[in-house]
C-alpha cells in the first residue's frame, strides 16, 4: 500500500462479487464513487481511499470526466487525474475502472467549448482524454453521463415533449462505440440518468444491428427515491442490464445528519443550492422514520440505507462516496448486513406513507 497505510479487513465477511449484465465483468457490490476528489479530498487523502477500499475487497472504482462535483472549469477533470496517479502503480487487471463522459443534458463551457453531444468527435475526444488522464491503455465501463436526448434531469418528474432537441441517433452512437471497443480503448459500454425507454432502445439498436449491447445504468436509488422499481426494473430485467446506484444515502440526508441543520463543511453546507434534489416536502419526515427503524434494529442509519440498497434483486453495485476513512469503513460495514423481512416490512410501510419524496 501506498503512503506507508497498513489495513486490514473490517470483518470476517467477503466482499460479494457480481456479474455486470452480459459482460464478463464481476464488480464489487461495493464501488467506491470518487466524485469529491480534487474537490473536498486532497490527492493524498484520495489514495487513502483507494487503497482502503481495495484493501477491503473493493475492484470497482467509477469517476467520471466532469469530476469534482461541483463541476467547475477549474477543477474539471481533476478527479481522473488523481486516479491515474494511484492506478499507475497497481495491478491494472484486478481493478474495474469506470468513467463516464459529458452529455448534451449538462452544458459546460469549459468541456469541448461546450459542445458536449454524444456524436463521433466528442466521443472520441472524450476517451482519448480520460486515458490520458486515468494513465492506462483502457477503460472498463465506459458510461454516457446523460442521454444526448432531451430527458427530465435531476428532481424532474414530468417529460415535456416541447424541450426535444436535436441529438445523435442512438444507433450511430453505438456505431462509434463499437469501433472505440474493437480498438481495445473500452471494454464495455454504460448508460448514466437513464429512462425505461432509454434502456430498450439501446438494447434492440444493438440487437438488431449487431452492435455492443449496455450493460448497465447508473441511476439513484436509495429509501426516498425508489423510482427504479417500477418501469426501469422491468426494462432492466428484461434487457439484462445492471444497476450501478449512486446516491444510496440520498446526498448524506439518509445518514440523519441534516436532520436539525447542516453541519459544517458538509456538501450541502458547502455548496449552497446543491442539493435541491432532497429539499422537498417530506424528506425529513420519511427520513426521520427510517432513523427509527435503524435504532430499533441496533443499525446506524448509513447502514440500513446502504444494506437496503446493496440487498436489492436489481442492483450489481452499490455506489459509495466520503469524505474521510471514518465515513467510508462505516459505509463498507454495510456488506456485513442482512436485512430481516420485519425490517423490509417497516421500511415498506414507510415508503407506502412517504412514497419517493426525493425523486
Known amino acids: 500500500m501506498s503512503d506507508g497505510y497498513v489495513y486490514r479487513r473490517l470483518s470476517t465477511t467477503l466482499m460479494k462479487y457480481n456479474k455486470l449484465g452480459d459482460s464478463d465483468l464481476k464488480v464489487s457490490e461495493i464501488c467506491l464513487g470518487t466524485m469529491t476528489f480534487g474537490q473536498q479530498n486532497t490527492l493524498e487523502e484520495a489514495h487513502q481511499q483507494l487503497d482502503f477500499a481495495v484493501s477491503q475487497g473493493v475492484n470497482f472504482i467509477d469517476t467520471a470526466e466532469m469530476y469534482p462535483v461541483p463541476p467547475r472549469k477549474e477543477t474539471y477533470s481533476k478527479t481522473e487525474a488523481y486516479i491515474g496517479e494511484w492506478l499507475k502503480n497497481q495491478q491494472r487487471d ?97 448508460l448514466s440518468n437513464e429512462t425505461p425507454w432509454g434502456v430498450c432502445e439501446f438494447s434492440h439498436a444493438a440487437k438488431q444491428l449487431n452492435l455492443p449491447k449496455v450493460v448497465s445504468i447508473q441511476n439513484a436509488y436509495n429509501l426516498i427515491n425508489r423510482v427504479f422499481d417500477s418501469a426501469l426494473a422491468e426494462a432492466c430485467y428484461r434487457e439484462n442490464v445492471g444497476l450501478l446506484a449512486y446516491s444510496p444515502l440520498g446526498f448524506g440526508m439518509l445518514s440523519g445528519k441534516y436532520i436539525d441543520k447542516k453541519p459544517e463543511n458538509s456538501r450541502l453546507a458547502l455548496f449552497e443550492g446543491f442539493g435541491q434534489r432532497y429539499n422537498k416536502p417530506n424528506v425529513k419526515e420519511a427520513v426521520s422514520k427510517y432513523i427509527k427503524i435503524a435504532k430499533k434494529y441496533n443499525l446506524t442509519p448509513v447502514n440500513l440505507a446502504l444494506a437496503f440498497v446493496s440487498n436489492r434483486w436489481f442492483v450489481s453495485s452499490t455506489i459509495i462516496g466520503a469524505t474521510t476513512l471514518k465515513q467510508l469503513k462505516e459505509n463498507l460495514a454495510s456488506v456485513d448486513i442482512n436485512l430481516t423481512p420485519e425490517i423490509l416490512a417497516e421500511i415498506d410501510a414507510v415508503h407506502t406513507r412517504y412514497p419517493n419524496p426525493a425523486p
Open 94 to 190: 484486478k481493478l474495474i475502472i469506470a468513467t463516464k463522459m459529458v452529455g448534451r443534458g449538462r452544458r459546460f463551457k469549459w468541456v469541448r467549448d461546450g459542445n458536449v453531444g454524444v456524436d463521433r468527435k466528442n466521443i472520441t475526444e472524450a476517451i482519448e482524454a480520460s486515458l490520458k488522464r486515468l494513465q492506462t491503455d483502457y477503460i472498463d465501463l465506459y458510461q454516457i453521463h446523460w442521454p444526448d436526448r432531451y430527458v427530465p434531469t435531476f428532481g424532474q418528474t414530468v417529460f415535456d415533449y416541447k424541450q426535444e432537441r436535436a441529438s445523435t441517433p442512438i444507433a450511430e452512437q453505438l456505431e462509434v462505440f463499437a469501433e472505440v471497443i474493437k480498438a481495445g480503448k473500452i471494454r464495455y459500454l454504460g
